[in-house]
């Protein structure tokens, strides 16, 4: 386990370098900056600002400056939000995003998983088409068509639901739902195909000639074997409920990263948008590296290496 996790850790470092040298000469070589605005500025004030934030400097300073900062963990002061560093907007809007994402993916888990396992055990069933056929849905609509139809349906016809805000669990119900709902259809599709082929095999039947209650059978000996591809896909799933909350939050006003990095990617704000950017790789490559531990503990033929 030690050299795995080290070796992991080390294509992660190298991983986030070229992520930042990337984003770094990307964000740069766009036309505009952070200073322009729709009324032009003195060019004196201008000249003061970029002295100030050292954007005056040639560009492989800039980016030797920012590397050596960003390794101390100080990604700067953001370009737009006066008076803040990148840390403290990381810290104010990544627990609301968090929270968002972690409800989103505990609904999509619960509700993927359940009509995924019935739907197999049902199959060829009105019902299993019924749930296939709305999970294809929910895979080819996109989180903002969701949402849109949902605060029509929820919030105007039924008012069972806010439009938006922060604060209060009524408030997270609908825009974690929203979220959640495209993964869920992923994972119900996923978990379906592996209790088929589980329920195949040999053992199954074995367990079904023991005369094994149905739930017995169902949960504790073919469920585990059919995780196998949803686990595989949950990691990237959770790097993407936190990347695609951006829309979403915008969609529902919730203060979280979602508005920082659109903020960002306007304003051209690049301490901001580069802080967001390495911690969005760090959560992805962090979740990859967890399922495949979790993936080893489920099958015992899959070894880390």
């Known amino acids: 386990m030690f050299p795995f996790l080290f070796k992991r850790f080390l294509w992660m470092l190298l991983t986030l370098w070229i992520v930042f040298t990337v984003s770094f000469f990307l964000m740069r070589s766009v036309p505009g900056g952070p200073f322009d605005r729709e009324r032009k500025m003195d060019p004196q004030i201008e000249a003061n600002l970029r002295a100030r934030y050292r954007l005056d400097e040639p560009l492989w300073k800039q980016y030797v400056r920012c590397l050596a900062g960003t390794v101390c963990f100080d990604l700067g002061y953001s370009f737009t ?11 104010e809007g990544l627990p609301v995003s968090a929270s968002l994402g972690i409800l989103a993916m505990a609904i999509a888990i619960t509700v993927g998983l359940s009509a995924g396992i019935m739907s197999a055990v049902w199959k060829n069933t009105l019902f299993d088409n019924f749930v ?28 069972w639901f806010p439009a938006g805000g922060w604060g209060t669990l009524r408030q997270l119900i609908l825009p974690a739902f929203c979220l959640g709902a495209p993964y869920a259809a992923y994972i119900a599709r996923l978990t379906r195909t592996g209790m088929l082929d589980v329920l195949s095999q ?10 094994l209650q149905p739930h017995t059978v169902i949960l504790k000996h073919a469920l585990k074997g059919a995780l196998l591809p949803v686990v595989s896909y949950l990691g990237p799933a959770i790097a993407g409920v936190m990347t695609g909350s ?12 979602g508005a920082h990095f659109i903020e960002a990617a306007t304003q051209r704000d690049y301490t901001l948008a580069m802080g967001l950017v390495l911690l969005y790789t760090l959560l992805l490559y962090s ?3 967890l399922v495949d531990i979790t993936y080893g503990m489920i099958d015992p033929r899959v070894k880390l290496e």
Do not use: H
């Not at 939000?81 to 810290?91: G, L, P």
């Not at 053992?203 to 005369?211: E, L, N, S, V």
């Not at 951006?246 to 990263?257: A, K, N, S």
């Open 202 to 211: 040999d053992y199954i039947r074995t367990a079904w000639a023991k005369g």
């Open 246 to 257: 951006l829309v979403v939050e915008q969609i529902f006003f919730i203060p979280g990263l």
């Open 81 to 91: 939000r006066a008076d803040y560093t990148v840390n403290e907007v990381i810290a």
């Open 287 to 289: 979740m990859n590296t």
């Open 132 to 159: 296939m056929t709305l999970a294809t849905v929910g895979i080819a609509l996109p989180s903002f068509v969701v949402a849109s139809l949902c605060i029509i349906f929820f919030v105007f016809l039924l008012n």
